[in-house]
């Protein structure tokens, strides 16, 4: 009887232990695993949202940010080596713009910031977290005064509160790319003879674009027939586009499906990058399988 209450206890403990693990999978709001631009030569990590965030949403813990004083500049630079290190190094820091430190250097000032400032990853076609520029200011207050000396100079920084928050809706299972700067993004300006390049810029505008279009759809859907929906969309994509968009004509006209039924599925799955990259959002399957939470990363 003992020997069977045992078995019985022990089944019933595994089954919970099981449900909580589940439980915790569900909860978990940021999972770390491989990136979807991860290759076999170079491999990487990447973040996912473990739930539905709205835009301004804060994503992750607010994180510390460690300036990085003159430290990028040429005397750093002077064997092949040192280069090299700089040039790593420079993959994941930030510009002191973000946490008000842009001063602070005779030459250079920039910030490393650990946790989600490290792992998530640049896109060139989307971004959809962002800091929150300013929270570094609203920290605790420096623990130092001009003139004393203190035992913490120099291992402390006095830049926290760097938070990261949701610059657009992100869907669960979503990979985290957050948004570089215009020094990572060129302002807009890429080097495209052929004008065939993709850039965020080029998803923005077909947005715009396909938002425009159903709102007229719908507005004088009585009046429309199919046929009629097919020639108002080659009317816009062939001939108001080239006009207004010039070069960019071509890469946006891409983007944007032929086909005006199809319009609303686009919007409905996030907009032209979504659309075209499905496999940018994993399922709950996978992301128990390949990846890690990672909520209590700070």
């Not at 006095?158 to 928050?165: F, G, K, L, P």
């Not at 570089?180 to 052929?194: A, E, I, L, M």
């Not at 998803?203 to 046929?227: G, N, P, S």
């Not at 983007?255 to 994993?282: C, S």
Request: with cysteine.
């Amino acid at each position: 009887m003992i020997k069977i209450l045992w078995r019985i206890s022990l089944f019933y403990f595994f089954l919970a232990m099981k449900n909580a693990s589940l439980v915790l999978a569900i909860q978990c709001r940021l999972y770390m695993g491989p990136s979807s631009l991860s290759t076999e030569d170079e491999p990487k990590l990447g973040l996912y949202a473990g739930v539905d965030y709205d835009k301004d949403d804060f994503v992750g813990y607010p994180e510390v940010a460690i300036p990085l004083v003159d430290f990028t500049d040429s005397w750093n630079r002077e064997t092949d080596l040192s280069n090299d290190v700089m040039e790593f190094i420079e993959g994941y820091i930030w510009t002191a713009e973000y946490a008000g430190s842009k001063w602070e250097g005779n030459f250079t000032s920039t910030l490393a910031v650990p946790g989600i400032g490290v792992l998530a990853n640049y896109h060139s076609g989307t971004h959809n977290v962002d800091w929150l520029q300013g929270s570094a200011l609203i920290g605790k207050g420096s623990l130092f005064h001009p003139g004393e000396s203190h035992p913490a100079r120099g291992a402390i920084t006095n830049h926290d509160n760097m938070t990261m928050r949701a610059s657009r809706p992100i869907k669960k299972g979503e990979e985290i790319f957050a948004n570089f700067g215009q020094v990572w993004d060129g302002n807009g300006t890429v080097d495209d003879v052929y004008g065939d390049k993709l850039t965020r810029w080029d998803y923005e505008e077909a947005d715009k674009i396909i938002d425009r279009v159903l709102e007229f759809m719908v507005k004088h859907e009585d009046e429309l027939t199919d046929e009629l929906k097919d020639e108002v969309l080659d009317f816009i994509l062939f001939k108001v586009l080239r006009a207004a968009a010039g070069s960019h004509a071509k890469v946006i006209r891409s983007l944007i499906p032929a086909h005006p039924g199809k319009l609303q599925k686009v919007k409905d799955m996030g907009g032209t990058f979504a659309y075209r990259n499905p496999d940018l959002i994993k399922s709950q399957k996978w992301l128990q399988k390949h990846t890690v939470c990672v909520d209590n990363l700070e």
